[in-house]
């Protein structure tokens, strides 16, 4: 099976992503509206499921292997359903709060007894934190905020960084007042594939990876400087300085609030492996899979592809990440596929969330 390769090797019983790290305006630009359509997506912490509502899909089938991670997903359904706007950002940690513990404990009343039981246990984090900043990769960043990005940049450095200012005025910055030596060192030490592994995603998940994770980090950090405009950026600003400042990732902004909480229902949550719910008939209109592809071997990957088309109509989208591992149709599967380049080449480069290599739209063809 596609997914027993990673499951053998890297633990699912804790929250690894409270919040999404993967771009949900490019996701959801490159899907396309789903009026009446099944659509099959990673759930991780449930964040870029919420955003696929926005497209009007009949229903969205939620799928991950950690029971931790659609325990995520349903505590925000209950918040959603529970609380106004403000109340949601605040549980979450997106903004300051002085009454999380009575949101949370509100919350978690609603909550079906296993996921009231996962949740009462991660309490005291979530209280201190908010929700979405308690997953291993939350941590992670936080350890490298605190400890380790003092050492290269202070404050008045990291307010610039993240201050609006022309393509050019941006690059220059960077060159001179951000590339220092100090930070390359720490981009090497703290980025390394060992570090990572070991604070952050999972070693196993590097398995089919080659070449350095510090200097891909280092490249992809310059689109995310210059590129891009840093001051509009919820990833960099969030890794930076653990706070949003109100430039909010799509799933968490207001003006989808009240689409996302009506569409709750549409929700279907499954805790197993992505070829649980790959049924021949399933005839999904699309698929978000985040970056699974890069955690399995090329006959695995060849594999679960093969399962995904089976379950999908003509006409149907993937829509999928790289981070470092290079994955697109495995040749046996191309003559089914119609890249979707113009969408990739948008997403590209429009991508806030720069840590990744590659982004993938391909459709089926029958």
């Known amino acids: 099976m596609p997914e027993t390769e990673i499951a053998a090797k890297a633990r699912f019983d804790t929250v690894r992503y409270a919040q999404a790290w993967e771009d949900a305006d490019v996701l959801t630009e490159a899907m396309g509206p789903r009026p009446g359509d099944t659509l099959v997506s990673v759930c991780a912490s449930g964040d870029n499921c919420l955003a696929l509502l926005t497209l009007d899909p009949e229903r969205v089938v939620a799928v991950?292997?950690?029971?931790?991670?659609?325990?995520?997903?349903k505590l925000r359904?209950?918040?959603?359903?529970?609380?106004a706007h403000d109340e949601f950002l605040e549980l979450l940690g997106a903004v300051p709060?002085?009454?999380?513990?009575?949101?949370?404990?509100?919350?978690?009343?609603?909550?079906?007894?296993?996921?009231?039981?996962?949740?009462?246990?991660?309490?005291?984090?979530?209280?201190r934190h908010g929700v979405a900043f308690i997953g291993r990769f939350e941590r992670y960043f936080r350890l490298f905020r605190r400890f380790l990005l003092p050492l290269a940049h202070g404050r008045r450095t990291v307010d610039a960084m993240l201050r609006p200012r022309p393509p050019d005025d941006r690059a220059r910055f960077l060159d001179e007042r951000w590339n220092t030596w100090r930070w390359r060192l720490l981009v090497r030490l703290f980025f390394s594939r060992r570090i990572m592994g070991a604070l952050g995603r999972d070693t196993a998940f590097f398995d089919h990876v080659s070449g350095s994770v510090a200097?891909?980090?280092?490249?992809?950090?310059?689109?995310?400087?210059?590129?891009?405009?840093p001051a509009d950026n919820p990833y960099l600003r969030v890794i930076l300085t653990g706070r949003y400042d109100g430039v909010l990732p799509l799933p968490w902004r207001?003006?989808?609030?009240?689409?996302?909480?009506?569409?709750?229902?549409?929700?279907?949550?499954?805790?197993?492996?992505?070829?649980?719910?790959?049924?021949?008939?399933?005839?999904?209109g699309g698929f978000y899979l985040s970056d699974i592809f890069e955690y399995m071997?090329?006959?695995?990957?060849?594999?679960?592809?093969?399962?995904?088309l089976g379950a999908g109509r003509p006409g149907a989208r993937l829509v999928y990440w790289n981070m470092m591992a290079p994955?697109?149709?495995?040749?046996?599967?191309?003559?089914?596929?119609?890249?979707?380049?113009?969408?990739?080449?948008a997403g590209k480069a429009a991508?806030?969330?720069?840590?990744?290599?590659d982004f993938v739209v391909e459709d089926i063809v029958g």
């Open 327 to 345: 994955r697109r149709v495995p040749d046996r599967h191309r003559p089914r596929i119609t890249p979707q380049p113009d969408l990739e080449a």
């Open 97 to 127: 709060s002085t009454r999380r513990a009575s949101l949370f404990d509100r919350v978690a009343a609603a909550l079906d007894p296993e996921t009231r039981a996962f949740w009462a246990g991660r309490r005291p984090d979530a209280l």
């Open 351 to 357: 991508d806030k969330a720069f840590f990744y290599s």
């Open 215 to 229: 200097d891909h980090v280092m490249a992809r950090s310059r689109h995310a400087a210059v590129d891009l405009n």
């Open 254 to 284: 207001a003006e989808h609030y009240d689409s996302i909480r009506n569409r709750t229902g549409r929700l279907d949550i499954r805790t197993g492996a992505l070829e649980s719910v790959l049924s021949p008939g399933l005839g999904a």
């Open 297 to 308: 071997s090329p006959a695995a990957f060849a594999e679960a592809y093969g399962r995904i």
């Open 64 to 73: 991950d292997l950690s029971p931790a991670q659609t325990a995520c997903l």
């Open 77 to 83: 359904i209950a918040a959603l359903d529970l609380l």
